[in-house]
Nanobody
């Protein structure tokens, strides 16, 4: 019944930037949240996570220094600022919400999911 909605994806040039957003219309999610991505014929990959307070963050090595995860609990919105995008970043990005204040990198930690937003990067 709790569906997350992602937005902000699109077509961007190599080296460009995008900001993804994730919301749960009509709901408050005071829990850990995360971004995952999946490219065609690839396994789902963890990208970044953030605890309920926004203080503890985790990133996969390939995006460290380029992506920033953040949240605005008053707005119940999760963000992923993506800078210096590369073609290998192209994927469908989905957000997930756990039911605990902190969760690890496993996708099974997250209970609520969105349908994803497409990010395409061209060189």
């Amino acid at each position: 019944q709790v569906g997350l909605v992602e937005s902000g994806g699109g077509l961007v040039q190599d080296g460009g930037s995008l900001r993804l957003s994730c919301t749960a219309p009509g709901h408050t999610l005071p829990y850990a949240m995360a971004w995952f991505r999946q490219a065609p014929e690839r396994e789902r990959e963890f990208v970044a996570s953030i605890d309920s307070s926004g203080s503890v963050k985790d990133y996969v090595d390939s995006v460290k220094g380029r992506f920033t995860i953040s949240r605005n609990n008053a707005e119940t919105t999760l963000y992923l600022q993506m800078n210096m995008l590369k073609p290998e970043d192209a994927a469908v990005y989905t957000c997930g919400a756990a039911k605990t204040r902190w969760a690890d990198r496993r996708w099974t930690e997250y209970v609520y999911w969105g349908h994803g937003t497409q990010v395409t990067v061209y060189s």
